[in-house]
């Protein structure tokens, strides 16, 4: 760990929103819950499964959500907790243990299991803990089992992967005694996005990096005095707690979307493992300017526009920052579900000053504030997309920004891109509606039209 440490390139001249004040509201919310999380970890988990403990909804939101093919096979499930079980005239254990029995013996390929607890396991009780306990005492050394809940009552959707991943930091091993220190990469990235952060790092000249989740649940990073970890997603606040628990250093930084923040995460790790300023500006020079050229063409249709953050998924303070610094949006409002205060210190004191802050939801006095803001653009959950589309605002759904890569310089202007569509669509339709009217009003069929 030599050389002169690298310089952050970013000039935050005031403390932007660092001390700003937040509206915290605890009303109704509209969020998903945490079984969500399955959606995108069982795609980066490649031999794990996930068996949901709930009721006929839970499946229908997974399945639904997910898009599942029959034939696919995919690694979650659900087991249903049924009338009979909820009135207390079946041991749900013994059935459970039924069912992870008949999965396990005709999935072999599963490594590791998890039993995502939902509402109806938390209303009537069901251990999971126990029962993960148990079962890992069954099928040890083939399959480990662990639990976790998604329920809509403790989590929302992003939610679910942080107490995914919390619980499991006690499976990951001990580091070698005196291994140096070692970078690891916290939170879901799709597989391309990994990949182009393990190649700048190995570039950077920064030894061995870690990524978790990993890609086989059989490659659990080590974690010890010797991690220096970086999250890459901000809903993470209770594996970062573990991970720190078992002796880990957070390296602070904003989140890894867009120019700006994907050089300035880098620089932490760039910082802490003494990389020179030289080395570093080398290294991410090609992919800066490639995407700062990118980016330049997406600013011309969002500079200006006022954009509205619905809470939702815990990334709207990294996207409200990338999309006004980098983008020259305006911010009427963010929201976020839960203000993590020093996981968040180095986004807010990159947003401009002034900025309306807001905690938790009550969403109809949202609501009200959102219609009355009149925002070029609303960023919020599937409930609230449709009814504010009717009342004429654009939306993007929150969700799409979860299961899309945005993080690192690659995907920049692809997620510019992501709230620049939904403007030129809107204003396509502008044009079009009244060359539509005219045109019935004429007596042409509607038909006849390009986009009818
Ligand atoms: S966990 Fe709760 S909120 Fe989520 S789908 Fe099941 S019942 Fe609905």
Redesign the pocket.
């Known amino acids: 760990m030599n050389g002169a440490a690298a310089v952050i390139p970013i000039q935050p001249a005031s403390r932007g929103c660092a001390d700003a004040p937040v509206l915290k509201e605890r009303g109704q919310r509209e969020v ?4 969500t999380g399955i959606i995108w970890l069982h795609r980066k988990i490649q031999d794990a499964f996930f068996l ?1 403990v ?2 006929r ?2 499946a ?3 399945q639904s959500a997910a898009g599942v093919m029959i034939f696919a096979e995919p690694r979650f499930a659900t087991a249903i907790i049924d009338e009979r079980d909820l009135a207390g005239l079946a041991d749900c254990n013994e059935e459970l243990d039924r069912v992870v029995t008949r999965l396990l013996d005709r999935r072999p390929e599963i490594k590791l299991l998890f039993l995502v ?4 396991s938390e209303v009537i009780k069901l251990d999971l803990s126990r029962a993960a306990q148990r079962l890992s005492a069954q099928f040890n050394p083939a399959v480990r089992v662990l639990n976790y809940s ?4 403790e989590t929302t959707f992003t939610q679910g992967e942080d107490a995914c991943l919390a619980s499991l930091v006690p499976s990951l091993p001990a580091p070698a005694a005196h291994a140096p220190a070692e970078l690891m990469v916290v939170g879901t990235l799709a597989d391309v996005v990994e990949d182009q952060f393990a190649r700048l790092f190995q570039q950077l000249g920064i030894g061995l990096v870690r990524f978790f989740p990993p890609r086989q649940a059989t490659q659990l990073p080590p974690v010890g005095p010797n991690t220096r970890f970086l999250l890459a997603q901000p809903f993470l606040a209770d594996t970062a707690l573990a991970l720190e628990a078992r002796g880990a250093q957070r390296l602070a930084a904003p989140y890894p979307l867009g120019v700006e923040g994907t050089t300035t995460w880098l620089q932490a790790a760039a910082t802490a493992f003494g990389i020179s300023a030289q080395t570093f500006a080398e290294v991410t020079a090609p992919a800066r300017e490639r995407a700062s050229a990118a980016l330049a063409r997406q600013r011309t249709q969002l500079a200006g526009k006022r954009i509205f953050f619905f809470p939702d998924s815990q990334l709207e303070i990294p996207l409200a920052r990338f999309l006004s610094r980098e983008l020259g949006m305006a911010l009427a409002e963010v929201g976020t579900p839960y203000l993590h205060r020093s996981h968040m210190a180095e986004e807010l004191a990159l947003l401009p000053e002034g900025t309306f802050l807001s905690e938790g939801q009550d969403v109809e006095k949202q609501l009200d504030r959102c219609r009355s803001a009149q925002p070029d653009i609303v960023v919020c959950g599937l409930g609230l997309a449709n009814p504010l589309e009717a009342e004429g605002l654009t939306t993007k759904w929150a969700i799409e920004l979860v299961f899309t890569p945005i993080q690192g310089y690659e995907q920049a202007a692809d997620l510019a891109e992501l709230f620049a569509r939904p403007l030129v669509r809107r204003a396509r339709l502008a044009v079009e509606m009244p060359v539509r009217t005219a045109v019935v009003a004429a007596g042409t069929q509607p038909e006849a039209l390009p986009c009818s």
């Open positions: 998903f819950c945490g079984l949901v709930g009721s909804t839970c229908h939101l997974i607890g939902s509402c109806p998604g329920s809509g009552i």
